[in-house]
Every structure is written in C-alpha cells, then in structure tokens.
C-alpha cells in the first residue's frame, strides 16, 4: 500500500518528535530566566537528595562489624577467603620473584631463590613451540628477553604471579555461574543486570568495598582482579552452551548419558574454541586491571606505572607500561594457540607415560639445571644489570625538547580548543535545567524504543540527579561527549582510508592494537608532561585510548557493505566517490555508530582514570571514595557512570538496530 502524501518516510523524524524538542527547549530557556520562580527545576533541589551513599556506608560498617552469621562474623569469613587466598598467591610469588624459604631449626633458614629467568625463558618459548611452532616461540622469546633486558623482570614476575593465581579462579568461578545460569533461566535472569552493572560500573568503584571488606595488599589486589574479569567469561559460557548443535545433545540423550555427562563430554568439547575467547577475555582484563590494583596493594609492574605517573617519568613508564603491553600479547597468543590447536593433538590416550608428560618433564629438567647452574653461574638466575639497558633518558630529553621548542604552540592549541569549544559545552550542560535534560533524554527514547526504552533513560537520569551527582554527571558527559566527537573525527576517516587502501589497512591494525593494549595510566604520562594537568590533558588521554573502536568499526562497516550493492551502483555510472558516500557510509553507518558506542564506553572508563590529572567529574567522586575508603561515595558515584554508560549504549543499540532494518541487514 502506497504511503500517503505528506507521511514520513521510514527515515524521517515524524513533525511532533521536533514540535516537543522545540516546546522542551522554549522551557528550558525560560527556566534560565525565571529560576527565582521555579529554582526546583532548573537545579535538583538539596532537600530531596536522597542519602544514599550514607545508607551504603552505614550497611557496610553494619556488615564488617557487627553482622554474625553464627559460627563466625562477616569479618571473619572475609578474612578467611583472604587466608586461603594468600596461600597460592605468596607460592607463585615465591616462585617467580621472591624465592622459598624454609625453616629448619630455630635462628636457621635454607633459601632457595625464584626460579632463573633463562629457565623461566626457555619454559615460555618451548611451551609457544610445542603450541604453535617457531614463529610464536620467537615472539614469546622475545617478549621476555625484553623484561630481563630492560630491568622489568622482578616487577613482571610480581604480576605475572598474580595473574596466574587470578586467572585459573576467575575462569572457574565464572564457569560454574555460566552453567547455572544456561541450566536455570530464572538466575539467568536475575544475574543479567548484576553483570551489565559489573560491566558498566568503573573500574576504580571496584576497590572502595574490596579495601573495606579485605584491607590492604596484593590479596584484596586479586580479589577485585578477579570481579572485574569474571563477567566476560559468564556470558561467553552461556553463548557458547547455548550454539552446541542440537543434534549433539540429542544424540547425547538417547546414549543415556546423565546431565553431567553430557556437560563433560559433548558440551563442553563442543563449545571448547568458544570458551577459550572467554578464557582470552578474562586474561586482557586481568591485565587491564594490573595498575589499577596496584593502588591497593598489588605492586609489580602496576605499581611501577604509578609511581612514574607520580613522578612524572615518562620513559620508565612507557618501559613499565610497555612491559605488560609484552606480557599481555605473550599470554594472548599463548592462549590463542592453545584454542587453535587440533583437540586430538593434546589427547593423552593411547601414549606412554613420558610421551603424555613428557613436556612436563622437559619443564622440570631445564628448572633443575638452571637452578643448580645459577649456584656457580649468578647471572643465569638473576639477570647482570651491567647489561641492562633503557631509553627512559631518550623519552624524557624528547619531551623536554618538545617543551622548550613548542611550549607556545602547544598552549595556543590548548587555549583556542579549550575556550572555543570545551568551555561552552561545559557551560551549556551546567547551565541546562535538569527537568529539561530528563524530558529530552525521555523523548529520544521513546522515539528509539518507545516507552520502556523512555522510561529506563528517564529513570536512570533522575537517579543521577536524586544522588547529588548531576553537576558531577554533567562535567562526566561534558568530557565524554567532546573526547568521542574528537575521537570520531579522526577516527572515521582514518578507518575509511584503511578500509580503501590494503597497506594503510595493515599499518592501522597494528597501530590500534598496540594502543588496545598499552595499558590505560600510560596514556596520561605523556600528556600531563605536554600539557599539564587539566580537562585538556584529560580529553587527549580519553582520545588516545578510545579512538581504536572507532577506526576499527568503521573499517569493518565498510567491508561489509553487500558486494551487489557496489557492483549494482558501479553499473549505474556511480564514480567511486560517489560509490563511498552514498552507498557505503549511509549502509556502513550503524557499524560505524555501534563504533561510536564502544569509544563512549572506553572513554567513560578511562575518565575515572583521569581523576588523576585534576578533572572534576564523577571519576573524581570515585577516586576521593577510594583514598579514603569511603564505599557509599564511591558505589554511588560509580554507578552514576553506568548510569551514563547504560543509557548512551541502549540509546545507540536501538538507533543502530532500526537502521540495519530499514536498509534489510542483518539485526
């Protein structure tokens, strides 16, 4: 049936979705002038904040204090789980960096020292070998010749010790609660939001009840390692259950095998290559959260980031920073090659007892005798630091050439980009009533998703304001908002370039992966050295580290743009040019939108870290809840971000799900 004359089409905004904005922004207006007559709704009003980061607080203390299960207090039980805890972790420490010692009478002591780093070495490149050949075991070699070289090895053992005691526990736990979930949809349902929050929430929000509920140290380090890493590997467990084949649990059933069984021998092989991106994800994060854990007690490579951003040395930093960039890419390769491996290649059946465990061996034989060898020979179990080596010295002589050379050129950037367009953005949102912030935040949802969609915006805004957080929210989605457009600007054409040109393609996936993986504080070092401290500092650390999705997404909408269309539109007569802009990018657009979205998320997540460089927003609120343990602040403040983070990811979903319809792509 043919439209009636005068309808929108299916991309137009119907004529009251703009007569409602124009009436909301005629109210806001007059509210600016008129607020001795209504102050209520141009600012949320004191008395009807609602005191809940007090609440918190007091649950909290009620918790650790005074709250007795019985047999034991709540106390106890934490500090129990931080005993047990302890044990692995202080084994793996004592073994890659610290040494054993054992007490054999009283006053009297036999130590035997961490395990050589050449031995440490071989193991991790015989180990690439056996996974994946000669090629990964050069890369993994080289990986850590680069921490023994340049004086990392100590500080990267410290971390990697965490690391493979966090790791193991957050695949397990996340591993048990997945199956529960895929088994029961009713606690499916219910832990679903507890994750989206876990995931939207910033990292630095994790720490404040961790330090409350298990103190100071590499222990309680762990413990929010561990939580912030868990989540992925829950979801990709109920994914990769659920895309088993059918016909397998079917034939599964009718073999008699009982639940167990079927878990154990057909789901579980059955979805193994899908787990293992689960595995991947939780050893990225883990890593991700190594200098953020280090603020409570971590130490190790994290804790020499800080310290440097304290310092503000820039070439220890990027050496530190570089290090767990290099034990990152070991570990994900490593992992990679495990997935990819044939399944029969590692079966155990049908071989001797030294052909099953004859890597095991071989590991076993190279600790021997590099532990024996570094009695006579020290330096094959501690690396000489007569040839070590560094370029801190090159790093800090260049920013003080760039400083004394173009320190007047950097400010005149700094200060047109400040005062023409940060500060007006900053104003405008300070200044905008909050009722009209709401209504608008309403309108664009119900026109996305209709009611329900309006009122989860409309309910997580009032939250914001409700909280006392709203002008703390504000300067958040201020930064926020300014970083992401910068971020699209470059991005997108950068990421429309690649996906044109093989070469640039190639020299930019390897550039945003490294910027992936450069750990999120080093960003920051650079920066504040250049520019000082500041919501311009802050804004290009919030670029550097979200502009990856952006390039990425863009590079992948393009691609896939249906071959047809392009051979379609070339026979039309299109010129390329014409091709790119009116066929790709309008097809590519909710790809690239969907890009748009995860730079917003990234760039929510390093603002909290930027708390550090003097910005003013709900990052700050976190990180004052953490020095001073403070868990009703920081909870509270912390999901105020998610608040931010959910509505701007529901609102873009949606867009982007609408236009892949309209234009017949896949949802």
């Not at 021998?265 to 689960?278: D, H, N, T, Y």
Request: glycine letters at 8%; a positive charge; proline letters at 5%.
């Amino acid at each position: 049936m043919a439209a009636r004359p005068g309808s929108p089409g299916p991309t137009q905004t119907p004529i009251w979705f703009w007569a409602i904005f124009a009436g909301l922004a005629t109210l806001g207006i007059a509210l600016l002038f008129s607020q001795d007559h209504a102050p209520y709704l141009s600012k949320y009003p004191r008395d009807w904040i609602i005191p809940l980061r007090f609440w918190i607080s007091d649950a909290m203390y009620w918790l650790v204090k005074e709250f007795d299960l019985g047999l034991f207090t709540f106390k106890e039980l934490t500090r129990s789980i931080s005993w047990l805890l302890e044990w692995p972790l202080s084994i793996a420490n004592n073994f890659l960096a610290t040494g054993f010692t054992f007490s054999t009478e009283p006053g009297a002591s036999v130590i035997l020292p961490p395990a050589p780093w050449i031995a440490i070495v071989a193991i991790f490149g015989l180990l690439a070998f056996h996974l994946s050949g000669l090629r990964l075991a050069i890369l993994v070699t080289g990986c850590f010749l680069y921490l023994a070289f340049f004086g990392q090895w100590h500080s990267a053992m410290i971390t990697l010790s965490s690391i493979v005691i966090a790791v193991p526990l957050g695949v397990i736990i996340g591993f048990v609660l997945g199956i529960t979930a895929y088994r029961h949809p009713l606690f499916e349902k219910w832990l679903t939001p507890i994750l989206d929050l876990m995931q939207t929430v910033p990292v630095f929000a994790y720490l404040v009840p961790v330090l409350f509920l298990f103190g100071f140290g590499p222990v309680a380090a762990m413990i929010a390692t561990m939580i912030y890493a868990t989540p992925p590997m829950v979801r990709v467990t109920i994914l990769s259950l659920r895309q088993v084949p059918e016909e397998l649990l079917e034939y599964g059933n009718m073999a008699g095998c009982t639940r167990g069984q079927l878990l154990r021998k057909i789901q579980i092989p059955a979805a193994r290559k899908s787990l293992m991106v689960g595995v991947n994800q939780v050893i990225m994060l883990s890593l991700n959260m190594v200098i953020i854990a280090s603020m409570i007690g971590a130490g190790g490579l994290g804790f020499d980031v800080l310290s440097s951003l304290r310092r503000l040395a820039i070439g220890n930093g990027l050496e530190a920073g570089l290090a767990i960039t290099l034990l990152a890419i070991t570990l994900d390769r490593l992992s990679q090659a495990f997935t990819d491996r044939p399944q029969h290649s590692h079966s155990p059946q049908g071989r001797s007892v030294i052909g099953r465990y004859r890597l095991s061996l071989i590991v076993l034989v190279i600790l021997s005798v590099s532990w024996f060898a570094s009695r006579y020979f020290p330096a094959l179990g501690v690396f000489p630091e007569s040839l070590q080596i560094t370029t801190s010295q090159f790093w800090d002589n260049l920013v003080k050439w760039i400083n004394v050379n173009f320190f007047d050129q950097l400010e005149a950037i700094k200060t047109f980009v400040l005062i023409n367009i940060m500060m007006p953005v900053k104003r405008f949102l300070l200044k905008t009533p909050w009722v009209i912030v709401v209504a608008v935040i309403g309108l664009i949802g119900y026109r996305l998703g209709h009611l329900r969609l309006a009122a989860l915006g409309v309910a997580l805004a009032t939250f914001i304001a409700a909280t006392g957080l709203w002008s703390k929210a504000m300067v958040t989605v201020y930064l926020c908002g300014v970083s992401v457009l910068f971020a699209a600007f470059i991005g997108v054409p950068i990421g429309i370039l690649a996906a044109a040109n093989s070469r640039i393609n190639r020299i930019t996936q390897v550039v945003i992966d490294t910027l992936q993986t450069l750990p999120s504080f080093v960003y920051l070092i650079p920066v504040v050295m250049l520019f000082r401290v500041g919501d311009f500092a802050a804004m290009l650390a919030v670029i550097a580290y979200s502009i990856a999705p952006a390039i990425r997404y863009t590079i992948l909408g393009i691609q896939q743009v249906p071959v047809h269309l392009i051979e379609a539109s070339s026979a039309m007569g299109c010129t390329r040019s014409q091709i790119r802009w009116r066929v790709q990018l309008p097809i590519a657009l909710p790809q690239i939108m969907l890009g748009i979205n995860q730079t917003i998320m990234m760039a929510l997540s390093m603002l909290v870290i930027t708390a550090l460089v003097g910005t003013r927003d709900l990052g700050q609120e976190v990180y004052i809840a953490l020095t001073k343990a403070d868990t009703g602040r920081g909870i509270v403040a912390g999901i105020g971000v998610a608040c931010i983070a959910i509505i701007a990811d529901r609102f873009i979903n949606q867009w982007s799900r609408k236009k892949k319809r309209e234009f017949g792509l896949p949802v």
